[in-house]
C-alpha cells in the first residue's frame, strides 16, 4: 500500500514563526497535494504540485508556500504563522495514470497545528 | 467556484440499520469522478467508494453503494447494515480538473449506535 507520512501529529507554534510541515510518500507519485480541513468548511486545497520544482496554487494559497526538490517530498511552508492558520493540515498523494490524473488520493495522517 | 455540498453535518443510526448520506455538486464537465471517503477518528482518510460519471450504473463495495443522479447533479451514499466502525466523518468529493485535484464537501459525521 501507498504510504505518505507527515512527520508531526501535533504541533503547536507561536505567532509570527516559520513554520515547515513535511510530507514524504514512498510510491513514486507524480502529484502531491496540501489541504486544509476546518469545521464545516471541509477539505481545502491549499497548493498542489504536478512534478518536481512545479507547484500551483490551490483555492486558498495566502500566507502559505510550498516547495518540492525531490518527488517524494512536498513541503507546506507558513512564513509568518497567524492564529487564523490554526488548522488541520492534510497532505495526499495521487498517480497519473496515461493522460489524466487518477484522482484518487492517498492521504497522511495529518498534522494539527496551534499557533497561539 | 465550483462547489461539493453536503447538507447534513450530522446524522445517526442504530446499528444493523440502513443510512443514507446526501450530496451535491456542481460542474460545468461531462467526464469527471465523484468519490466517498471516511475519516475515522485516527483522522486517516480511507476511500470508500468511486463513480466515473460516464458510467450509468451506480457503484457499490459491499455494503456500501451510491445513488449518482448525474441531471441533478446527486450523489448519495448509502449504507446498509451499518457496524459500530463505519461511525467517521464522511466526505463527498467531485475530481474532474486537471493534475487530479479534488473538490471536497463540507462532512457529515456518522455515528452509529448500539
Known amino acids: 500500500d501507498v504510504k505518505v507520512t507527515q512527520s508531526s501529529r501535533y504541533l503547536v507554534k507561536r505567532t509570527g514563526e516559520k513554520v515547515f510541515l513535511e510530507c514524504v510518500q514512498d510510491m513514486d507519485h507524480e502529484n502531491m497535494f496540501w489541504y486544509r480541513q476546518d469545521p464545516g468548511l471541509g477539505l481545502r486545497l491549499i497548493y498542489f504540485s504536478y512534478d518536481v520544482k512545479m507547484k500551483e496554487k490551490g483555492d486558498i494559497p495566502e500566507g502559505y508556500s510550498v516547495s518540492r526538490e525531490k518527488k517524494e517530498r512536498f513541503s507546506l511552508i507558513l512564513e509568518s504563522a497567524s492564529t487564523n492558520q490554526t488548522s488541520m493540515y492534510l497532505c495526499a498523494s495521487s498517480l497519473v495514470q496515461g493522460a489524466r490524473a487518477n484522482e484518487k488520493l492517498f492521504f497522511g495522517s495529518g498534522t494539527q497545528l496551534s499557533v497561539l | 467556484a465550483q462547489t461539493v455540498t453536503q447538507s447534513q453535518p450530522e446524522m445517526s443510526v442504530q446499528e444493523a440499520e440502513t443510512v443514507t448520506l446526501s450530496c451535491t455538486y456542481d460542474t460545468s464537465e461531462n467526464n469527471y469522478y465523484l468519490f466517498w471517503y471516511k475519516q475515522p477518528p485516527s483522522r486517516q482518510m480511507i476511500l470508500v467508494i468511486r463513480?466515473?460519471?460516464?458510467?450509468?450504473q451506480n457503484a457499490t463495495e459491499n455494503r456500501f453503494s451510491v445513488n449518482f443522479q448525474k441531471a441533478a447533479k446527486s450523489f448519495s451514499l448509502k449504507i446498509s447494515d451499518s457496524q459500530l466502525g463505519d461511525t467517521a466523518m464522511y466526505f463527498c468529493?467531485?475530481?474532474?480538473?486537471?493534475?487530479?485535484?479534488?473538490?471536497f464537501g463540507q462532512g457529515t459525521i456518522l455515528t452509529v449506535h448500539p
Open positions: 463513480q466515473e460519471a460516464y458510467k450509468q
Open positions: 468529493a467531485r475530481g474532474g480538473t486537471s493534475y487530479g485535484k479534488l473538490t
